[in-house]
């Protein structure tokens, strides 16, 4: 089944230092992978998405992901994050092999805190 | 896009009773997912509702525990049956849009649910 997995429980960054989350995922064939953020008492938002092309990805709110398929990654990345970037970030991958086809699979989630 | 409702946003249950969460979209939408996140995990995928016919639910899910109606294409019901505190959860509707050039997850903010 495709998987991700971010290990990292928690980032901590200086605003305005350079972030990033790590992701690694596994999977048949080529990788759908995603990154989503949740703020507290709110629902899952789209940063950004790979499919093809490009292995620089650029997303909303400034946030950019780099996909390396020698290691097998997608790293998160914001140039100058703010304190309000500070939320809980979840990779993901598309599952074909899923009873749905669409669904996604989630890594467990990397919490962000940007401190001023 | 899809903008999407989710009734309640939170609830506190007795065990042994059941809940019954509404997903409204305010457009026609094929697919629609229910997951549920539990506690300092990550989201976990539930089911398929289809629209029309019984849902699909992925391993370790059951129609008896979680009925699900999709009745037409902007609107679910997932129903947490006979609870116990392991239902202890954010469940979040969601779904999945397909345009031209992109197919994009949206997902409702959720609905925290603690049974006590």
């Known amino acids: 089944a495709q998987s991700v997995a971010q290990p990292e429980d928690q980032v901590n960054v200086a605003e305005g230092n350079p972030l990033t989350v790590k992701c690694t995922y596994s999977?048949?064939?080529?990788?759908?992978l995603f990154w989503y953020v949740q703020y507290p008492n709110r629902g899952l938002q789209f940063l950004l998405k790979?499919?093809?092309?490009?292995?620089l990805v650029k997303g909303s709110y400034g946030f950019e992901a780099e996909f390396n398929k020698s290691q097998t990654s997608f790293k998160l990345k914001k140039p100058s994050p703010l304190v309000s970037d500070s939320a809980l970030y979840f990779c993901?991958?598309?599952?074909?092999?899923?009873?749905?086809?669409?669904?996604?699979?989630f890594g467990k989630g990397t919490s962000l805190l940007v401190t001023p | 896009s899809a903008v999407i409702s989710q009734k309640p946003s939170r609830d506190i249950c007795q065990r042994g009773t059941s809940l019954t969460i509404q997903c409204q979209v305010d457009?026609?939408?094929?697919?629609m997912f229910w997951y549920r996140q539990q506690p300092g995990q990550s989201l976990t995928l539930i089911a398929t509702?289809?629209?029309?016919?019984?849902?699909?639910?992925e391993s370790g899910f059951v129609i008896d525990k979680f009925p699900i109606s999709r009745p037409n294409l902007t609107f679910s019901t997932l129903t947490v049956s006979n609870m116990s505190p392991e239902d202890s959860s954010i469940y979040l509707c969601?779904?999945?849009?397909?345009?031209?050039?992109?197919?994009?997850?949206?997902f409702g903010q959720g609905t925290r649910l603690t049974v006590v």
């Open positions: 969601s779904v999945v849009v397909e345009g031209a050039r992109i197919t994009e997850a949206f």
């Open positions: 509702a289809n629209q029309g016919s019984e849902a699909t639910y």
């Open positions: 457009s026609q939408v094929t697919m």
């Open positions: 993901a991958v598309r599952d074909p092999f899923s009873n749905s086809g669409y669904a996604l699979n």
């Open positions: 999977v048949s064939g080529n990788p759908y």
């Open positions: 790979y499919i093809t092309g490009d292995n």
